[in-house]
């Protein structure tokens, strides 16, 4: 009887040992594609953040950039192939972008990429003509640079009403101060209570 218990026990526990040894197996399946998922993100990542490759990437947007113009004041009904076939008589057009907002309307400028460097002077001599009956801008595309975003500082009308964080708000100067050098006037607290105090 003592017997027969050993042996179930024993047969009990190496169902638990395999069924163990499976879930170990599928866990470190599992932690197996999940480093060669994370290595491919990261060669991905490395990639983009790759000094060399993203100066050859600047480049590239350089080269492309010195082949474009920017077109505004574009006619919101205006299909690509329309902007196309207003700049084709200038060189050959490779790709004609239309900016659209997130609902995809479109923002009221394009893009237009040339095959030839010589095709971005032939197109500005079409600034302001018409398209749509809308009198087209047409300048040389600039290359945006990352990290060098416009600064432009925050005005306020009213020095008192914020903006000044740390500062003390402009006060003019005195020619003569009525109390005294570094005396400042005492005012007595209002007797009831004001808002605008």
Request: net charge negative; proline share 6%; aromatic share 10%.
């Amino acid at each position: 009887m003592e017997n027969d218990d050993v042996d179930m026990h024993a047969a009990d526990t190496s169902e638990e040992l395999d069924d163990m040894k499976k879930r170990l197996k599928e866990m470190e399946d599992e932690a197996a594609a999940l480093r060669e998922m994370q290595a491919k993100v990261e060669k991905e990542m490395g990639s983009a953040q790759d000094p060399a490759n993203a100066s050859a990437s600047q480049a590239n947007k350089e080269e492309i950039d010195s082949r474009s113009v920017f077109v505004g004041n574009v006619d919101y009904s205006c299909t690509p192939e329309e902007v196309q076939q207003h700049f084709q008589s200038c060189g050959t057009v490779n790709r004609v972008t239309i900016r659209t907002d997130k609902f995809g309307q479109p923002k009221g400028y394009a893009y237009v990429e040339f095959l030839e460097v010589e095709a971005v002077q032939e197109a500005l001599l079409l600034n302001e003509s018409e398209l749509h009956g809308r009198q087209l801008k047409v300048t040389a595309k600039r290359t945006n640079i990352p990290g060098m975003k416009q600064y432009r500082p925050r005005r306020t009308i009213n020095p008192y009403m914020g903006g000044f964080r740390g500062r003390t708000p402009y006060a003019p100067p005195f020619i003569y101060s009525p109390y005294g050098y570094g005396k400042v006037p005492r005012f007595r607290m209002a007797m009831r209570y004001s808002p605008y105090y």
